[in-house]
């Protein structure tokens, strides 16, 4: 009859106290900062007028695209680090094709590769110098004429830094 009680109680927990796995509001939310809210900044790549989203912070990293529906054609997300590494994305929560350009620590994409909406499976870097990410759209660096081999300005990098109060120089930039 104890064991029974027991079992009860346990069962009663879980159900009252451990969280679903469906997707809600509270589980969307991550921590916000003080520029996280679809701060968009404009942005260029080989002469191609973007507006990026910047992630540079571990938690901005980490959120990503998560949970949105639609990017328009010219926007995007770059992601900066302080280094130059290898890198692996993934598309956890993220409902949007995307294409996702590996850039060098000079500013030059080195790659670009298809992600499938909720892929968790990782795209990985060939290259192991990538410092900057762009993800768009899937198929916009085509639509758009941005080939492998275009460079990004590291002086523009540093601005979009700025422009979300960041300093460059903690960014090797």
Same mark, same amino acid.
């Given at each position: ?16 106290? #451990? ?8 589980? +969307? ?5 003080? +520029? ?23 938690e901005e990293r980490a959120k990503g695209l998560m949970f949105r529906d639609s990017m ?13 590494? =290898?890198? +692996? ?10 294409? &996702?350009? #590996? ?6 994409? $080195?790659?670009?590769h298809k992600a499938k909406p909720l892929d ?6 060939? =290259?192991?110098? &990538? ?9 916009? #660096? ?8 275009? +460079? ?7 601005? $979009?830094?700025?422009?979300?109060? $960041?300093?460059?120089?903690? #960014?090797?930039?």
């Amino acid at each position: 009859m104890v064991k029974l009680s027991k079992a009860k109680a346990i069962f009663f927990c879980l159900i009252v106290f #451990y969280p679903g796995c469906k997707e809600t509001e509270g589980n +969307r939310e991550f921590e916000k900062t003080e +520029r996280s809210e679809n701060r968009f900044f404009n942005f260029e790549i080989g002469g191609v007028p973007l507006r990026v989203e910047v992630a540079a912070l571990p938690e901005e990293r980490a959120k990503g695209l998560m949970f949105r529906d639609s990017m328009g054609l010219n926007e995007g997300m770059i992601f900066i680090f302080a280094e130059g590494t =290898s890198q +692996r994305f993934w598309m956890k929560n993220t409902r949007i094709p995307l294409d &996702i350009g #590996y850039i060098s620590t000079t500013g030059i994409l $080195l790659e670009i590769h298809k992600a499938k909406p909720l892929d968790i499976s990782g795209v990985p870097s060939r =290259s192991n110098d &990538i410092k900057f990410v762009l993800e768009l759209n899937a198929g916009a #660096y085509k639509k758009l004429g941005i080939p492998i081999g275009t +460079r990004i300005s590291l002086e523009d990098v540093s601005k $979009l830094l700025d422009g979300c109060g $960041l300093n460059p120089k903690d #960014y090797n930039l």
